[in-house]
């Protein structure tokens, strides 16, 4: 079938060598994914000339991987005007490993050090089972970045020496290099990580018992919330009769009465509110990304 329109005959250096018998199969497949006969044969013209190499080379289809491939394509001139040629060899490949003519695949070396594999092993954790958003993650594995690179730098991770000074010594070490409102996301995560390793069993104490918890001094910072009456003169403020004292009310409301967040309220759209059904849709990085609220 696959002669029928690919005269093989024609085509030099098909006459004998290692991808002979695969030519046919290729042609067919190529077939399925809709390459018009022209684009096919020039197809087939390039695996000719692989072939040819393979033979002055004395090599088989159990020598070609995705190096090889490159080797012949910097070096057959067919391959610079052959439009495509890592694509079709790619796919020339990928036929012989089916039938067990070409070695499988290697697995290419992991390019991170056993830090950051623990590190990213500690991300999949909070991302799958602890369901917690990407910002959040992203806070607590960035202190636990920096405690694997002060403990074991580039080298083997190794928890069964953990004590609970070398936990209080690093916190007291990066808390010196943080500001203060930082300080409660670095003990978070560092008590998240400690969790984690006793949950998998890589020590055989809970050392997230030895994290202080963050003090919080009274009038340290702004207040947490505005009390009833304050709120009511703040919303009384806004001039309704404009059009930004009316969005000033509406962010203000969604504040004081739903308790939203400013980023919430930020990425708020029109299409997100509900009117039939009285709802608001809120995204938040907190959690599953998205909740519905009553509309006020």
């Known amino acids: 079938m696959a002669a029928s329109f690919i005269p093989l005959e024609t085509v030099r250096g098909l006459d004998r060598g290692p991808l002979v018998s695969h030519v046919g199969a290729y042609i067919e497949r190529a077939r399925t994914e809709g ?68 070695p499988p695949a290697s697995t290419p070396p992991d390019p991170r050090n ?42 083997p991770v190794a928890f069964t020496k953990l004590t609970g000074c070398d936990v209080t010594d690093f916190l007291s070490w990066e808390i010196k290099r943080r500001r203060l409102h930082a300080t409660e996301s670095l003990l978070a995560g560092m008590r998240a990580f400690l969790r984690f390793l006793h949950y998998r069993g890589f020590v055989s104490r809970d050392w997230s018992l030895v994290v202080p918890r963050g003090a919080k001094w009274s009038l340290a910072g702004l207040p947490k919330h505005l009390p009833a009456r304050a709120a009511d003169k703040v919303l009384a403020a806004c001039d309704r009769r404009r059009p930004r004292g009316r969005r000033d009310y509406a962010i203000l409301l969604l504040l ?30 907190k959690g599953p990304g998205l909740a519905r609220m009553p509309l006020l």
């Open 256 to 285: 004081a009465r739903l308790g939203l967040r400013a980023g919430e309220v930020l990425r708020l759209m029109l299409e997100d509110i509900d009117w039939e059904h009285g709802q608001i849709l809120v995204r938040s990085k």
């Open 35 to 102: 390459y018009p006969p022209k684009t096919v044969l020039v197809h087939v013209q390039l695996i000719a000339s692989l072939n040819r190499y393979l033979r002055r080379t004395r090599r088989t289809t159990r020598d070609i991987d995705e190096r090889l491939i490159a080797r012949f394509i910097r070096r057959d001139p067919r391959a610079h005007w052959s439009p495509g040629p890592s694509v079709t060899l790619a796919r020339l490949l990928a036929l012989l490993r089916e039938v067990n003519a070409a």
């Open 114 to 155: 056993p830090a950051e594999r623990c590190a990213d092993e500690f991300r999949t954790y909070l991302r799958k089972d602890r369901g917690m958003s990407e910002s959040s993650i992203y806070g607590y594995s960035f202190s636990v970045e920096s405690f694997l690179k002060r403990m074991f730098g580039r080298g």
